[in-house]
């Protein structure tokens, strides 16, 4: 399996480089760190590269308060959270989060 979260600042209308991103994925009545990393300029980060993977319920948190701080601006939401579920562990899966000052946005990229 793959992960890779593409992160578009339909603010500014670019992609949102240098956002910090947690992958944490759920066990039991907690939540495990998986991996931690940082957007590249075109806005991507490939979080998991040829590794099992486990079906289950995942988290993508996105820190969108150190992106917008970067720019200036404080937006309403401090962290785009996503939770998605993986039920192929052999899946390639393409994560798009779409964000803004005032919203942000997922869906299953192809």
Do not use: K, N
């Not at 998991?48 to 917008?68: E, F, K, S, T």
């Amino acid at each position: 399996m793959s992960l890779c979260v593409h992160i578009v600042d339909s603010s500014f209308g670019v992609p949102a480089a240098d956002v910090d991103v947690l992958l944490r994925q759920h066990a039991e009545d907690d939540w495990r760190e998986l991996v931690r990393g940082r957007t590249g300029q075109d806005g991507r980060l490939a979080m998991l590269a040829d590794r099992h993977v486990q079906p289950g319920v995942y988290q993508v948190i996105c820190d969108l308060d150190g992106y917008y701080a970067m720019l200036g601006s404080m937006p309403m939401h401090p962290r785009a959270i996503v939770e998605f579920r993986v039920t192929d562990s052999d899946a390639d899966v393409q994560l798009p989060i779409v964000v803004s000052t005032h919203s942000c946005l997922s869906y299953r990229g192809a």
